[in-house]
C-alpha cells in the first residue's frame, strides 16, 4: 500500500508499519536502524495511550 501511494517518506513509512503491525513490526523494523525503531516504539506507546484514553468513552456511547 505504501508503495502504491508513493509515499517515500521513511519516517512516515515506518509509523504506519508500527500502527499496523505492533509488536512483529518493530521487531522487523528496528534491523534497520535506530530511527527506526525508535519511531516504531513511539508509535506503538502513542496508539496504546490513545487507546486507553478514549476506549472508555467510545463504550460509553456504544451502549
Given at each position: 500500500m505504501l508503495n502504491a501511494f508513493k509515499i517515500k517518506n521513511r519516517v512516515a513509512r515506518e509509523l504506519a508499519?508500527?500502527?499496523?503491525s505492533h509488536g512483529l513490526g518493530t521487531a522487523r523494523i528496528i534491523l534497520n536502524d535506530e530511527l527506526s525503531?525508535?519511531?516504531?516504539?513511539?508509535?506503538?506507546?502513542?496508539?496504546?495511550v490513545f487507546t486507553s484514553l478514549i476506549l472508555p468513552y467510545l463504550i460509553e456511547l456504544l451502549q
Open positions: 508499519m508500527e500502527v499496523t525503531g525508535a519511531v516504531s516504539s513511539l508509535a506503538m506507546a502513542l496508539n496504546g
